[in-house]
C-alpha cells in the first residue's frame, strides 16, 4: 500500500519532529512496529532538513573584497 507524501514542511516543522522522534525512541515506550514506523518518518524528516540546508546553502553568496565579486557559497 502506498502512503501518502507528507506536505512539505519548513526547517523548524521538520527538526520538531525529528527531535520528538528521537524522544519517543529514546524512551523505549514503543512497540517494535511503532518504532520502526517512527524511525521511518524520522528518515524522511530529516531528508527535508538536508534538502532545505542544501538549498539555502546555494543561496548563500559571499563578497570577496580582493576580486570585487560576489560568490556563492
Not at 10 to 21: G, M, P, Q, R, V
Request: charged content about 40%.
Amino acid at each position: 500500500m502506498a502512503t501518502k507524501k507528507e506536505k512539505t514542511l519548513s526547517f523548524e516543522e521538520a527538526l520538531e519532529k525529528l527531535e520528538e522522534s528521537a524522544e519517543l525512541l529514546r524512551n523505549g515506550d514503543a512497540s517494535l512496529e511503532e518504532s520502526v514506523d517512527v524511525y521511518n518518518k524520522s528518515v524522511e524528516y530529516y531528508k527535508q532538513c538536508k534538502d532545505i540546508l542544501k538549498d539555502a546553502h546555494q543561496k548563500i553568496e559571499i563578497y570577496n573584497p580582493e576580486t570585487n565579486e560576489v560568490e556563492n557559497f
